[in-house]
T-cell receptor, first 114, second 115 residues
């Protein structure tokens, strides 16, 4: 039972355009959401997060949107750069969890074409 | 400031054997968690240690065990290895009490192959 779903295994975008990565979740107990980026042979790197009490969080070129009623979040990258090419993981934390237990999606491989 | 380091980077074992993976936390971090990432999947939470005590565990059998040392480094032990244990094992450290929203810092992982 996959509680965090990233239904697009891959995405290709032209340099300078917007990249939109999507994530859906099923567990209404999730209260905090994060995006991680992973390059080959490296561990995941934290990118941006959002609490369930917000619907938008912005950090430079990266913006995360949360739609709680739809149990959906998205990551927007504007403008996309070739260095953004990586696998992006959506992750969620359950409310009341006494640990940093994160539930990850399977990831979306983003390719930014120069 | 040193990041999270894991050793070894690659390991090959045979079914039934035991393995120990090691992790050094980022400087100043007192919480460490371990994740298993199978091919084509996202990382899956194994367990977390805070101040040398396990304070969270995912859906993994008891043959997966761990330790955290006073210097906050950690070990992951897997007994009676099975073919399905082949995966990338990621260690992540963080600061705080283990209940906040502090972000995790991941190591590069240990790639375990079980033959």
């Amino acid at each position: 039972d996959q509680q965090v779903k990233q239904n697009s295994p891959s995405l290709s975008v032209q340099e300078g355009r917007i990249s939109i990565l999507n994530c859906d979740y099923t567990n209404s107990m999730f209260d905090y959401f994060l995006w991680y980026k992973k390059y080959p042979a490296e561990g995941p790197t934290f990118l941006i997060s959002i609490s369930s009490i917000k619907d938008k969080n912005e950090d430079g070129r990266f913006t995360v949107f949360l739609n709680k009623s739809a149990k959906h979040l998205s990551l927007h990258i504007v403008p996309s750069q070739p260095g953004d090419s990586a696998v992006y993981f959506c992750a969620a934390r359950r409310r009341g969890a006494g640990s940093y237990q994160l539930t990850f999606g399977k990831g979306t491989k983003l390719s930014v074409i120069p | 400031e040193t990041g999270v380091t894991q050793s070894p980077t690659h390991l090959i074992k045979t079914r039934g054997q035991q393995v120990t993976l090691r992790c050094s936390s980022q400087s100043g971090h007192n919480t460490v968690s371990w994740y298993q990432q199978a091919l084509g999947q996202g990382p899956q939470f194994i367990f977390q240690y805070y101040r040398e005590e396990e304070n969270g565990r995912g859906n993994f059998p008891p043959r997966f065990s761990g330790l955290q040392f006073p210097n906050y480094s950690s070990e992951l032990n897997v007994n009676a290895l099975e073919l399905d244990d082949s995966a990338l094992y990621l260690c992540a450290s963080s600061s705080g009490t283990g209940t906040g929203s502090e972000k995790l810092f991941f190591g590069s992982g240990t790639q375990l192959s079980v033959l």
